[in-house]
């Protein structure tokens, strides 16, 4: 079992930053990659920006730009960098890792992320 906790996020204006980490523990040692989803009111999950061992990033399209996602596997934390937020970026983030080792993805908690207009 692998364990994910967020934290970092909060209520900032149009136009702020914030920045998320997520910290994992537990069955760490086949880690493939991390990452970061979102999902808002009535809407489904969705793809922000995932970052593997070999250092290979992907961004939502939406994003590009914006945020940048880092990590450090060797602490298994992955982070991310909001700029320039708006108010559509309003959502629970959720952290996200899959292990190759159990053949399963894992989830945090999640953690707000309010931008006002």
């Known amino acids: 079992q692998v364990q994910l906790v967020e934290s970092g996020g909060g209520l900032v204006q149009f136009g702020g930053s914030l920045r998320l980490s997520c910290a994992a523990s537990?069955?760490?040692?086949?880690?493939?990659?991390m990452g970061w989803y979102r999902q808002a009111p009535g809407k489904e999950r969705e793809l922000v920006a995932t970052?593997?061992?070999?250092?290979?990033?992907n961004y939502a399209d939406s994003n590009k730009g914006r945020f940048t996602i880092s990590g450090d596997f060797a602490k298994n934390t992955v982070y991310l960098q909001m700029n320039s937020l708006k108010p559509e970026d309003t959502a629970v983030y959720f952290c996200y890792t899959y292990s190759y080792g159990s053949g399963k993805g894992y989830w945090g908690q999640g953690t707000q992320v309010t931008v006002s207009s």
């Open positions: 537990g069955r760490t040692f086949s880690i493939y990659v």
């Open positions: 970052i593997n061992v070999s250092g290979t990033v």
